[in-house]
């Protein structure tokens, strides 16, 4: 039986927006293609050979997308307030210099770190050590400066 993917309901928004606009590329790519093969020389075929990987890459993330959309259950994200659970947005207070970072708490599909705030994978390093706990708790995280002491300041839900 096929994994379940836990999304959140922006992720899975998300998602589903990404597979309509890879599918409007396909249509572009099938176009650009037959439009090479059709006005192709048997000498000149390297721009029809990159059309043919880029339709393939492009068809390939489709299936994908698709893969993971049809096992995909939205999570409802109330979970016990105080409990960091997937779908949680998590502020951490750097314990020394008081910083602050937030992070969403996701399954590795909609892991990104481009957004805002950074949504992390229940299955990395981060997103285990974090899962379970409350707030006020202190928890020793890796960053890319090493390893750093965060307070969990606030988790909503």
Do not use: C
């Not at 590329?25 to 650009?32: E, F, G, K, N, W």
């Not at 890459?57 to 409802?76: G, M, P």
């Not at 997937?86 to 207070?93: D, E, Q, S």
């Not at 299955?123 to 960053?143: F, I």
């Amino acid at each position: 039986m096929p994994r379940e993917v836990k999304l959140t309901r922006s992720g899975h928004e998300r998602l589903v927006k990404e597979l309509q606009q890879e599918r409007e590329r396909l249509q572009d790519a099938t176009r650009i293609l037959q439009e090479l093969m059709e006005s192709s020389d048997d000498y000149d075929d390297s721009g029809l050979e990159d059309a043919k990987r880029e339709k393939a890459r492009i068809e390939a993330r489709i299936d994908n997308l698709e893969d993971t959309l049809s096992r995909a259950t939205i999570i409802e994200e109330e979970g016990k307030a105080n409990i960091v659970s997937l779908g949680a947005i998590v502020t951490l207070k750097e314990a020394k210099s008081g910083n602050e970072l937030k992070v969403q708490v996701v399954s590795p599909a909609e892991a990104s770190v481009l957004e805002k705030p950074m949504k992390i994978s229940d299955e990395s390093p981060m997103g285990r050590t974090l899962l379970g706990r409350k707030k006020g708790e202190k928890v020793l995280l890796e960053t890319p400066k090493g390893k750093k002491e965060f307070i969990l300041a606030a988790i909503k839900h």
